[in-house]
């Protein structure tokens, strides 16, 4: 297994990294590419003063009329030229006011001028043999300064025109020795190198403490989450992630604390309703072995019963678990939903002649659905028996089917001690169950409205509850219309 590295040295790596990136990068500029780098524009700056000398001499060809003006403004443009980038500029030129072959004025001290002729035609034999009329002509020497180094002298020799009407400039440059100035940056690098690495470190530890170190806090409380507890440290909250982090890791420890005591209530609501009916079915069973003048008709029936309960809790629990690892599947058809409330409302005609309900229904005649016939008639009868368990001392339970918009709306109304507005959003848990006394001794196992929920999100349907305290509840679902099948 990979191991996985802690952040603190995580954020050391990649700022060291990032030092090493840096320093590298001004080794290679400084040092390493300084010297080519540093011949290069030598090289691109002789060019360029060639090319601002032949646009002017062009200029004065171009010109009929031989205009002394332009060839001193020739000769400024040489002189300045030379003084500005210290290079040495020398042209010749075979048509001009003056003699044939006559030399512009210049530095007269810069080395073309001292150059011997047959050097200087060699330069131009180079120039008129390429392709573009221009030759580059190094040469290497010894320098009398910077400790007697090595010193490069570049030539840049141009040809324009042909014959009588040709010009030639050349272009002189010395590349003075950059090893002194290697060498120093060299020195330089090395402290700047240490600085960075102290740097590094510095930052590694702040940004340890300012983002590692809370993280590391909040982890170790985290460990206590699995038992629903989770105290924030505020001191943790030195940037807004790690807060956001502390806000959730709260958030979920009291939902965690939520579902644990929901899950033991599950587990003594569905123990209650177990152990209900089998201490019945027990009893009865016992009892018809002992007194053999009880086995009736009405004794057997009771057995029946509890048995159908124990069968009607089992199903429900893995109709549960079945829906939410999405392992049912939905058969689907259109049925007119009034006839559905209709035909189960006929069950609920014992509770209203032994027990005392009043149960009012309403519905529509054509409010057709498209949808599982069973699983409908599961989330109806379920919002029933939710109803009759928390309607209240009145028994009063109203069941409403309307048609609004092209959408067919079932209601459930009980007029019981309604739901808390902080409490709505969890009715619907798996776990969940309200603490509050049923009417009835049996009370549900807190299921009946995820198995709701569950079914009602598989159809992709709209439900909800509408609830204040003290008034009651009216639970709801709604389908689209559909046309009759």
């Given at each position: 297994?990979?191991?996985?590295t802690?952040l603190?040295?995580?954020?050391g ?30 090289v691109?700056?002789?060019k ?27 000769e400024d ?9 210290g ?7 075979s ?6 072959s ?11 001028y001292?150059?011997?002729p047959e050097?200087a ?14 030759y580059?002509h ?8 910077d400790?007697g180094?090595e010193r490069?002298?570049?030539i840049?020799?141009?040809i ?15 590349i003075t020795p950059?090893d002194?100035?290697?060498?120093t ?9 240490g600085?960075v690495?102290l740097?590094?470190i510095l ?7 300012q983002?590692?170190r ?21 001191k943790?909250?030195r940037?807004?992630?790690a ?10 420890a009291?939902?965690i ?9 599950l ?18 069973g016992?009892m ?7 086995k009736?008709?009405e004794?057997i ?13 089992v199903?429900d629990?893995?109709d ?6 999405s ?15 209709e ?19 309403q519905?529509q005649?054509g409010?057709?659905i498209?949808?599982?016939y ?16 928390y ?7 109203e069941?409403n ?11 459930v ?7 808390d ?6 009715i619907?848990?798996r ?9 009835r ?39 689209s ?5």
């Open positions: 297994m990979k191991k996985i802690s603190k040295w995580k954020i790596k990649y700022l060291l990294t990032f030092g090493i990136f840096l320093i590298g990068m001004i080794f290679l500029f400084q040092i390493i590419l300084l010297k080519p780098m540093y011949e290069s524009y030598k691109n700056s002789v360029r003063i060639s090319d601002s000398v032949a646009a002017r001499i062009v200029e004065l060809d171009d010109d009929d009329d031989i205009d002394e003006d332009l060839e001193e403004d020739l443009i040489i002189y300045n030229t030379q003084n500005e980038s290079t040495c500029v020398r042209v010749w030129r048509s001009s006011t003056g003699p044939e006559s030399m512009l004025s210049g530095n007269m001290g810069c080395f073309l001292r150059m011997k050097e035609s060699s330069l131009i034999v180079g120039a008129m043999g390429s392709e573009d009329g221009t580059l190094t040469k290497t020497g010894m320098s009398m300064m400790g180094g490069k002298e570049i840049y020799t141009r324009l025109g042909e014959d009588d009407d040709m010009s030639v400039i050349m272009v002189y440059t010395g950059v002194s100035t290697i060498s940056l060299t020195a330089q690098l090395w402290i700047i190198a600085i690495a740097a590094v930052l590694t530890l702040a940004l340890n403490y983002i590692a809370p993280l590391a806090i909040i982890a170790e409380k985290a460990g206590s989450l699995p038992e629903g507890h989770y105290e924030a440290d505020e943790t909250n940037y807004q992630e807060k956001d982090l502390n806000d959730t890791l709260t958030r979920a009291m939902d604390s939520k579902a644990d005591k929901a899950k033991r209530d587990i003594s609501n569905v123990s209650h309703d177990l152990r209900t009916p089998l201490t019945m079915i027990s009893g009865y016992e018809m072995i002992d007194l053999p003048e009880e009736t008709d004794n029936q009771v057995i029946i019963d509890e048995s159908k309960r124990l069968t009607t809790l199903n629990l893995l549960l678990s079945k829906m939410q690892e392992r049912i599947v939905l058969s689907e058809e259109v049925f007119d939903l009034s006839a559905l409330i035909a189960q409302m006929k069950k609920y005609d014992v509770y209203q002649m032994k027990e005392g309900y009043q149960i009012s229904v519905t005649q409010s057709y498209n949808a599982d069973s699983r409908i008639e599961q989330v109806f009868n379920n919002f029933m028996t939710n109803a009759i368990n309607c209240g001392s009145d028994r009063r339970i069941v089917e309307k048609i609004i918009d092209g959408k067919v709306r079932c209601e109304t009980d007029h019981g001690e309604g739901i507005e902080e409490s709505i959003p969890f619907w848990d776990y969940y169950k309200l603490d509050k006394t049923h009417v001794s049996t009370s549900g196992s807190g299921i009946g409205l995820a198995i709701v929920k569950e079914i009602l999100e598989l159809h992709h349907a709209d439900y909800g509850v509408e609830s204040k305290v003290g008034e009651g509840s009216t639970f709801w679902f709604e389908f219309l559909q046309k009759e099948a």
